[in-house]
């Protein structure tokens, strides 16, 4: 009498117990694709590449990370950490630190990871040296403005990336060929990798920590740092940066980079009748030079 009853109540029981497995099995081939495998017993050769102007966190929160990881059942420091310049002639970072680079890009072993930090502008022999290492990369990664140092090697052409929020206006209208990506804490493609402002590079770098060795020993490193930052294991953690702030006559805005500004101290520029304030000579330069393709870019950016 009730058969056709049991009969619907046992289906919805299998039903219920097999979504989940079908859930997991859907996903289980997407964690493969981002696991890297680390050697057997050799440490992972990672290098930054500096410049004058460095950013210190963006390189010193990745080295931190990467130094602080701990393996167990392993005596040897699990990455080999080095750094990387044009030349050896001492940089001079941001704060004014200093630093004799451990290498020159001819001389350099190399790296399974690269990270670029903000600097300077790169000379066509480091992009050439970037693309050339990035072939043999498990991960070639950026942090914040480093994103305009890796695009210019064409290897993020086609691909989606991300940068310091002060930075989406200029990146959106130097590079139309990649797709920039508002509120993403870092990017990954392949292995290539771009991280958003200053302390998304240590998010970025547990991420690596994780692709390597698991969630179990970045969570360790993360403790060990007592970094309380949740970011690595969201890449989409950044949303407060996802919609651009728009500028009043009480509170102007920099166009270039979103910045405050003093209206009565700031450089500016006029255009159709519309007074621009800006946060440097460099950033009235930069509009200056296109300001109608800067301010639809900057139009586009902020509508998403």
């Not at 460095?54 to 420091?77: H, K, L, S, T």
């Not at 700031?266 to 301010?295: E, H, R």
Request: proline letters at 8%.
């Amino acid at each position: 009498m009730n058969t056709r009853s049991d009969f619907k109540r046992a289906l919805l029981t299998i039903l219920a117990l097999l979504v989940p497995v079908a859930i997991f099995v859907a996903a289980a081939p997407s964690e493969k694709t981002t696991s890297l495998k680390p050697p057997d017993k050799d440490p992972i050769p990672v290098a930054f590449l500096i410049s004058d102007g460095a950013v210190v966190i963006d390189f010193c929160g990745p080295w931190e990370v990467f130094q602080d990881v701990m393996i167990p059942g392993r005596d040897e420091m699990p990455f080999r950490l080095y750094t990387v310049a044009e030349t050896k002639k001492p940089i001079r970072t941001s704060g004014g630190m200093q630093i004799v680079p451990d290498y020159t890009i001819a001389d350099a072993p190399a790296p399974k990871v690269i990270v670029i930090p903000a600097q300077s502008d790169p000379s066509a022999a480091v992009v050439e040296w970037i693309k050339k290492s990035s072939k043999t990369t498990d991960v070639t990664m950026s942090v914040c403005t480093g994103a305009f140092v890796l695009a210019k090697t064409g290897l993020l052409d086609g691909k989606s990336a991300t940068t310091y929020h002060g930075a989406f206006g200029r990146f959106a209208m130097k590079f139309p060929n990649i797709e920039l990506k508002r509120g993403a804490r870092f990017v990954e493609n392949g292995n290539l990798a771009t991280a958003g402002g200053l302390s998304s590079g240590i998010d970025l770098a547990l991420r690596v920590v994780e692709r390597y060795y698991g969630r179990d020993a970045a969570q360790k490193t993360a403790y060990n740092m007592e970094y309380q930052g949740q970011g690595w294991m969201n890449p989409d953690s950044n949303q407060v940066y996802a919609t651009a702030l728009v500028p009043t006559a009480e509170h102007p805005l920099c166009p270039v980079c979103g910045m405050d500004v003093d209206p009565k101290k700031s450089p500016k520029s006029v255009y159709k009748g519309t007074t621009y304030y800006f946060c440097s000579d460099d950033d009235k330069t930069t509009f200056d030079a296109a300001p109608d393709k800067f301010l639809e870019v900057e139009n586009k950016v902020s509508a998403k």
